[in-house]
C-alpha cells in the first residue's frame, strides 16, 4: 500500500481482501487518517462527492503544509497520477534538493519541475 501524499509504503499482511474487510474495520484511523478527515468536515465542509478525496491543495512533495486548513476538494485520479510524478521527479534529484516550481500542462508528459 502506498500514501502517495507523504511518499510512503507499507506492507499489508492480509493482502487486500483483508485489508478491506479486517484492518480497515479494526484500524479505522491510521488507515483512513478519520480525525484528520472529521477536522476538515468540522471546518465547514462538506462530505467528499464520489471520486474525490481531500487532498493537499500544494502537494507535501513540494513544500505543502500537512495541516487540515491545507486540505481541499481532488478528484482521487488526478491526485495519483499528478503525486506519481512528482514523486518520480524527487527520486531523481540529490539529497536534499526542493522542487521550488512545478509547471503543468494538457499534453501528456509528466509535469516540468525545476528546483
Request: hydrophobic share 40%; with cysteine.
Amino acid at each position: 500500500m502506498v500514501d502517495a501524499a507523504h511518499g510512503d509504503s507499507f506492507l499489508i499482511p492480509t493482502g487486500i481482501v483483508g485489508f478491506h474487510d479486517k484492518i480497515l474495520v479494526d484500524l479505522p484511523e491510521p488507515t483512513r487518517a478519520l480525525a484528520a478527515y472529521r477536522a476538515w468536515c468540522a471546518a465547514g465542509n462538506g462530505p467528499m462527492p464520489t471520486g474525490q478525496r481531500a487532498g493537499f491543495e500544494r502537494p507535501l512533495v513540494i513544500g505543502g503544509s500537512d495541516e487540515v486548513a491545507s486540505l481541499a476538494p481532488i478528484e482521487m485520479e488526478v491526485e495519483s497520477e499528478l503525486l506519481h510524478q512528482l514523486w518520480s521527479a524527487k527520486r531523481q534529484l540529490p539529497e536534499g534538493a526542493r522542487i521550488d516550481e512545478v509547471r503543468l500542462s494538457d499534453e501528456a508528459s509528466p509535469p516540468n519541475v525545476c528546483c
